[in-house]
């Protein structure tokens, strides 16, 4: 059987071939192939498994295309191999990322600069955030203060002052960004360079911060000043006059109509548009809070989406919308308020023989059942939108280091028993993958909780074959 596999980049033209090199000296080479070759401007490889041929191609543009000719029985290894290349895209794409100059906007905002992409590793471990970690985190050290100041009264401080940190969550994450997108004004708009990483240092030494941001008004000034998109032939020509000369060929725009997304994504799910802010930062993710729908918030990074194509986007919005329209800001507020109170009443014995033993079962489980609405809201995302397999290849995108360790069994187990609202990403992509038919599915929170239990036991069960 022939089966093509597309892999979309953010390249520009100008490290095609560099990446092929890449794939060709650090997964051919070392590889066990039977002939690997460059054949013009793509690779041509066979290989011998179980005693059966495998025969593929990789072909470079803007998405690059994996072909690979196999036997039926041999699906397994073929996407092992794409797996493999898959990965091996990505880790050239993030080193080039860490030379690449962006240039973000949003009409009528604040011109500033962008935050580069060094909190990478953070941002793996909490793709399209929830709030439960962080929330959890205040709460604890609320806790502790009011019972110095209070006592026990203080019982009742904290569960109203969790209550307010819900309501007002909105406001609290808004804080988080530095753009606003509405109807009015609905465009992101990013033009990134990339540049070998000599010339990039001498970009940064030479211009520093503020020249930066000085660059940034000019190309601003003559492109949405006069309500037309930055183009890179616009950025070019400022650059040139500050003595700095680009390649065409390493430079790519993009025009982004964020509040479009967002708002078919909540048109999809039936509930308002939620407000939107955006962080200009590199690191890709997406976050939405809310105590309801109707006072919903999406926070997505300017790192999103320079990363993801507008499918994907908007599927990871799908994600988001799941989160509001179930409410799992409040859901997820009473788990841990319940716990509170029992821990002060029910369980207190437990606590008081073993306190540190009781905190480590009691945060595991509450971070065990929040993985079920992480997994309800991966599973209305592919419901509503309809797309399960965009958003499984935009988790593989961002996601591609946490996916590359949880091939070991260990690592596996620990992304189920961490203290992480999110399933493992291995779980999360298979079964959107897998996914075939949604229209029977009647309880998405029971279908989801299901899914984590038998995809944990199944963790215990690979680890230990």
């Known amino acids: 059987m022939i089966k093509e ?12 071939t560099d990446l092929l090199d890449f794939i060709y000296r650090y997964y051919f080479l070392p590889g066990d192939f039977l002939e ?10 066979s290989a011998l498994i179980k005693g059966k041929g495998v025969r593929g191609e990789i072909i470079p543009g803007e998405n690059f295309r994996l072909v690979l000719e196999y036997p039926p029985d041999l699906e397994a290894e073929a996407e092992g191999i794409y797996e493999d290349i898959f990965t091996s895209i990505q880790v050239f794409e993030e080193n080039m ?44 050290g609320i806790n502790i203060f009011l019972f110095l100041l209070l006592g026990i009264y203080a019982v009742i401080a904290i569960l109203l002052l969790q209550l307010g940190i819900i309501l007002s969550s909105d406001k609290l994450y808004a804080r988080m960004g530095e753009w606003t997108v509405t109807r009015e004004n609905p465009y992101v708009h990013v033009i990134q360079f990339q540049l070998p990483e000599d010339e990039f240092r001498f970009f940064i030494k030479t211009m520093g911060e503020d020249a930066i941001v000085q660059i940034k008004r000019k190309i601003y000034s003559r492109s949405l000043a006069y309500k037309k998109p930055p183009t890179c032939d616009v950025a070019r020509d400022v650059l040139g006059k500050h003595g700095f000369r680009c390649n065409p ?44 729908p109707g006072r919903g918030l999406v926070l997505v990074t300017t790192g999103l989406i320079v990363q993801l194509d507008d499918e994907e986007i908007l599927a990871v919005i799908g994600h988001e919308m799941g989160h ?27 606590v008081i023989i073993s306190p540190i033993i009781y905190i480590i079962f009691a945060m595991g489980l509450i971070f065990f059942v929040a993985k079920f609405f992480e997994a309800r809201a991966d599973l209305l995302s592919a419901m509503v939108i309809g797309r399960p397999e965009v958003l499984a290849g935009a988790l593989r995108k961002i996601g591609y280091q946490k996916l590359v360790m949880e091939r070991m069994g ?28 949604c229209t029977d599915i009647k309880s998405p929170l029971l279908r989801s909780a299901g899914d984590v239990i038998r995809g944990f036991r199944d963790s215990i069960r690979w680890m230990f074959l």
Request: zero cysteines; proline letters at 7%; aromatic letters at 12%.
């Open 36 to 45: 690997t070759r460059r054949s013009g401007d793509r690779i041509v490889f």
């Open 97 to 140: 990322r860490q030379h690449t100059i962006y240039f973000a906007w949003v009409e009528g905002e604040e011109i500033i600069p962008e935050k580069p992409p060094s909190t990478r590793r953070m941002a793996s471990k909490s793709i399209f955030g929830s709030s439960l970690l962080l929330l959890y985190i205040m709460f604890f």
């Open 249 to 292: 060929l390493q430079e790519r725009s993009r025009t982004v109509n964020l509040y479009g997304i967002v708002d078919e994504a909540a048109r999809k799910f039936r509930i308002p548009t939620p407000r939107i802010v955006v962080s200009n930062t590199m690191v890709p993710n997406a976050a939405a809070t809310g105590p309801s």
């Open 410 to 437: 260990s690592q596996r187990i620990r992304g189920w028993t961490a203290w992480d609202p999110h399933p493992p990403i291995y779980f999360r992509i298979k079964r959107l993958e897998n996914l075939r038919d």
């Open 5 to 16: 596999f597309v892999i979309g980049t953010e390249l520009s033209p100008a490290y095609y």
């Open 324 to 350: 509001l329209k179930g409410r799992d800001s409040l859901i997820l507020f009473s788990i841990v308020s319940l716990e509170f109170i029992l821990r002060l009443t029910v369980l207190l014995p437990l």
